[in-house]
């Protein structure tokens, strides 16, 4: 049975860090791209963070170069994303994703998300 399961969101204050963790289980976890995506009440959900599974390149959205990280454990089955200077802007559900092929054909896979609010 595949799982992705997301922990880390709370409540922090403007400028402050959190670090959400995604655990994954029931597929080739090292074969699969991951990604973070959040999405804010009434907004669309837009890609925060991807990183691939073959030599672990990165991407960021825009609104987040320089102050999130996204990294990944191989053995552990675990997708990272270290948020620091967080803003009342990035309040948002966070949702761990992963895409990639198994025999042949592509899947895509959803966790049910963490909430972070970013408020004082």
């Known amino acids: 049975q595949v799982q992705l399961v997301e922990s880390g969101g709370g409540l922090v204050q403007p400028g402050g860090s959190l670090r959400l963790s995604c655990a994954a289980s029931g597929f080739t976890f090292s074969t699969y791209r991951m990604s973070w995506y959040r999405q804010a009440p009434g907004k669309e959900r837009e890609l925060v963070a991807r990183i691939t599974s073959v030599d672990s390149g990165t991407i960021y959205a825009d609104s987040v170069k320089g102050r999130f990280t996204i990294s990944r454990d191989n053995a552990k089955k675990m997708v990272y994303l270290q948020m620091n200077r967080l803003e009342p802007e990035d309040t948002a559900v966070y949702s761990c994703?992963?895409?990639?092929?198994?025999?042949?054909?592509?899947?895509?896979?959803w966790g049910r998300g963490t909430q972070v609010t970013v408020s004082s």
């Open positions: 994703n992963a895409r990639g092929l198994d025999s042949f054909k592509w899947f895509e896979y």
